[in-house]
């Protein structure tokens, strides 16, 4: 059971990472910023981030029980953070020098934190698609888990990005509108 799980979920990350990086030629060509969200680097790992959620959630479940399922369960997210990393080094290096290049120090620094934030939030999704699991099992059955209430707002720059809310899943929801207020007569 744990060489399927590794075969279905760490083997498969380093499988689709080879897969995008020969498809996207990423050794010696970086993704456009503008273009990076909508690439393979970010569609492919949506793909298959349900699946192996589900079996992560069967790895987490167990991994208190013996060691080889913990072992399993730091497989799978090295693997992760490692394809991760190499996916993305090469447009993120090559995008912030260009910035640095254009805008100077001071205006790559305002637009470069800008773009890491939008990356870091758009990174920070897709891993809680990928190793948090939504439900837990315990007694062989599905139990849900209390998620907790809290909303963050992100920080952003005003009128370089628009304002998004991370929910508690990380995802993000556009922010709400301002009610319109009465006057008081």
């Not at 689709?16 to 492919?44: M, Q, W």
């Not at 998620?147 to 556009?174: A, F």
Request: hydrophobic content about 35%.
């Amino acid at each position: 059971a744990l060489f399927l799980i590794r075969e279905a979920v760490a083997d498969r990350i380093n499988q689709t990472t080879k897969d995008v990086t020969d498809a996207l030629n990423l050794k010696r060509d970086p993704i456009g910023a503008d273009k990076l969200e909508a690439s393979l680097v970010y569609t492919r790992f949506h793909g298959i981030s349900s699946r192996s959620n589900a079996l992560i959630g069967i790895v987490k479940a167990r991994a208190d029980r013996t060691e080889q399922y913990q072992d399993l369960l730091t497989m799978c997210r090295n693997a992760y953070c490692g394809s991760r990393e190499s996916l993305l080094r090469l447009t993120v290096r090559s995008h912030l020098d260009k910035l640095r290049e254009r805008h100077g120090l001071v205006g790559m620094t305002r637009l470069a934190s800008v773009f890491l934030i939008r990356l870091c939030t758009i990174e920070t999704s897709l891993y809680l698609d990928f190793l948090e699991t939504k439900k837990r099992w315990s007694n062989g059955r599905r139990d849900e888990m209390k998620k907790p209430k809290k909303v963050e707002t992100m920080p952003m720059i005003p009128h370089l990005m628009p304002q998004y809310q991370l929910q508690e899943d990380g995802r993000r929801r556009p922010p709400l509108q301002a009610l319109p207020t009465q006057r008081s007569r």
